[in-house]
T-cell receptor, first 113, second 114 residues
Framework: GNSVTQMEGPVTLSEEAFLTINCTYT??????LFWYVQYPGEGLQLLLK?????DKGSNKGFEATYRKETTSFHLEKGSVQVSDSAVYFC????????????FGAGTILRVKS | DAGVTQSPTHLIKTRGQQVTLRCSPK?????VSWYQQALGQGPQFIFQ???????QRGNFPDRFSGHQFPNYSSELNVNALLLGDSALYLC?????????????FGSGTQLSVL
């Protein structure tokens, strides 16, 4: 089965700082990889995805590259904003049919102005 | 489009009681999945309903059961509540066969068991 290890939080940064949130996974087959974000009081939203090795997913200034050789999918952003404060979840999706996501424990990001 | 709606938003129960949570999927979606998110943890898959039947199930005891109605809405029932059932319960909807980029989550029901 799939499992995910995420960088422990909370991560506290000042506005415009560089962000990295590490994610490594174990999976059978060749999973797609997702980052979800959960803003306070809201449900999860898909932030970005990558479906095969060396793919780079990007959205809202965030990026993550599917590294099959290191089984990693680290999330990065060059300049964070206060509005990026949220919980970020890494999730591999198995290659077999089904909608059973396996989430990491989540990393809390706090951005100070 | 209202998206995925869940009710109630908050609920307080005592040990041993039973609870029912409700979910209305996004318009056009026919598949509903339920997740349990304990404090400080990622969501854990409970089960998925499609065509009024349970299609997949995670590692949860039989105290957790569900139902899907002909209009695709769904209920999650938990019997004999334990303190450890306190969590945020998330509903997610999708169209059958779609990948996870098409998965939409509700804001959840916060269940507290005292």
């Amino acid at each position: 089965g799939n499992s995910v290890t995420q960088m422990e939080g909370p991560v506290t940064l000042s506005e415009e700082a560089f962000l990295t949130i590490n994610c490594t996974y174990t999976a059978t087959g060749y999973p797609s990889l997702f980052w979800y974000v959960q803003y306070p009081g809201e449900g999860l939203q898909l932030l970005l995805k990558a479906t095969k090795a060396d793919d780079k997913g990007s959205n809202k200034g965030f990026e993550a590259t599917y590294r099959k050789e290191t089984t990693s999918f680290h999330l990065e952003k060059g300049s964070v904003q206060v509005s990026d404060s949220a919980v970020y979840f890494c999730a591999p999706f198995p290659s077999t049919y089904g909608n059973k996501l396996v989430f990491g424990a989540g990393t809390i990001l706090r951005v100070k102005s | 489009d209202a998206g995925v709606t869940q009710s109630p938003t908050h609920l307080i129960k005592t040990r041993g009681q039973q609870v029912t949570l409700r979910c209305s999927p996004k318009s056009g979606h026919d598949t509903v999945s339920w997740y349990q998110q304990a404090l400080g943890q990622g969501p854990q898959f409970i089960f998925q309903y499609y065509e009024e039947e349970e299609r997949q199930r995670g590692n949860f005891p039989d105290r957790f059961s569900g139902h899907q109605f002909p209009n695709y809405s769904s209920e999650l029932n938990v019997n004999a509540l334990l303190l450890g059932d306190s969590a945020l319960y998330l509903c997610a909807s999708s169209e059958n066969g779609q990948t996870n980029e098409k998965l939409f989550f509700g804001s959840g029901t916060q269940l507290s068991v005292l």
